[in-house]
């Protein structure tokens, strides 16, 4: 299982990122998948979760309306756009695998993107 995340970096409040995962080494499209966050002196966080085949979606409440989160089986990639970024925003985000059947939980992590938020 490999998840490659990229597309983090630096930007001013209000901005915007896009973060792509690319998946590899399992049938990508057999498994919900997940952003999760993780600001420094903090635990992780749930920002957003798509199932298998993109009709279930669920988003954290500091991102609702916000972040938009997406999947392209075919090309075995995951996404997700966030507009109008804080600093509350600041984090390591990783791309997340979950297994069918699981509730959400996530059973392997990426190396994670960097995305600051500041003036």
């Known amino acids: 299982v490999q998840l490659v995340e990229s597309g983090g970096g630096m930007v001013q409040p209000g901005g915007s990122l896009r973060l792509s995962c690319a998946a590899s080494?399992?049938?990508?499209?057999?498994?919900?998948m997940s952003w999760v966050r993780q600001a420094p002196g903090k635990g992780p966080e749930k920002v957003s979760a798509i199932s298998t085949g993109g009709t279930d979606i669920l988003y954290a409440d500091s991102v609702k309306g916000r972040f938009t989160i997406s999947r392209d089986n075919a090309k075995n990639t995951l996404s997700l756009q966030m507009n109008s970024l804080t600093p509350e925003d600041t984090a390591l985000y990783y791309c997340?695998?979950?297994?069918?059947?699981?509730?959400?939980?996530?059973?392997?992590w990426g190396q994670g993107t960097q995305v600051t938020v500041s003036s």
């Open positions: 997340a695998r979950d297994p069918p059947g699981t509730g959400w939980a996530s059973d392997y």
């Open positions: 080494g399992f049938t990508f499209s057999s498994y919900d």
